[in-house]
């Protein structure tokens, strides 16, 4: 085993404008060789575990970019950073053979694994059954039906989520997963300002992160007593029946 090893090309700037801002860019090419993996063994040499090697490439890129203020009246000093980058990450490379590895991260015995990482995917995505909607009566889901008629989803009850057949085979089956997200952030941003007068300052600073998704786990079916959000008190009741209303014309309502 060895480090793995990191390769970057970066071009970037620098400027001061209007004697009072501070402007910074920069543009990254980043990859990584040589990341830690397990290598799965065949079953017939005995082994007790999978020994790590280094083999996984990935691919990092993206923009930092910081724009800063700086301003002095009398004894007055303002200041002012805010900050913003960008990435993406993509797998490119998991062993000769290998297309994607199974996340470990599990929530219930029944489920699948939540997570994938494979070639052209962010690291650890999460990997899933898409909905399309709520069957909102018996109807819809009798009309839920494959080429040959019969129900796509025939334990489904009005109330229940109607998941995508992506693989076209009409049954819901483990192949119907895709990819529904990544937990790596595109954006990343920061903000700071800074007010400071004869000795005293005040200081006020934010950061966040957008783009990206977040497992929640609270609905555990497998535990009688688990904790949902309150969130659920507005969940799916019955069909919603509308009154459409004509008014009359050439005359004012």
């Known amino acids: 085993l060895k480090w793995e090893e990191t390769s970057q090309l970066n071009i970037g700037f ?31 040499l005995g082994s007790t575990g999978n020994p790590s090697a280094n083999i996984a490439d ?24 805010a900050n913003v980058s960008y990435l993406q990450n993509e797998v490119t490379f998991l062993g000769n053979g290998i297309n994607f590895l199974s996340g470990g991260a599990g929530y219930q015995a029944s489920t699948y694994p939540l997570t994938r ?28 039906t494959n080429s040959t008629g019969s129900l796509i989803q025939p334990n489904a009850a009005p109330g229940d989520f109607r998941w995508k057949d992506n693989d076209g085979d009409g049954a819901i089956t483990e192949k119907d997963r895709a990819f529904i997200g990544s937990p790596l952030p595109d954006y990343t941003f920061g903000l700071t300002l800074n007010i400071e007068y004869k000795g005293f300052d005040v200081l006020a600073f ?8 977040i497992f929640q786990g609270l609905r555990r079916l497998d535990i009688a007593n688990a904790n949902y959000q309150t969130t659920a008190l507005g969940r799916w009741t019955g069909a919603v029946s509308y009154t459409h209303l004509t008014l009359p014309t050439n005359r004012e309502v």
């Open 117 to 144: 990482t494979q070639v052209g995917q962010p690291v650890n995505s999460f990997y899933g059954f898409q909905t399309n909607g709520i069957f909102q009566n018996q109807a819809e889901v009798n009309a839920y």
């Open 58 to 81: 990935i691919l990092n890129k993206g923009f930092d970019l910081e724009l800063g203020y700086n301003k002095k009246i009398g004894a007055l000093n303002i200041s002012a950073n």
């Open 206 to 213: 934010g950061q966040g992160v957008s783009g990206n998704k």
């Open 14 to 44: 620098e400027a001061r404008l209007f004697q009072d801002f501070n402007l910074s860019f920069d543009l990254y090419n980043k990859k990584t060789t040589g990341i830690l993996q397990d290598i799965e063994l065949p079953g017939y």
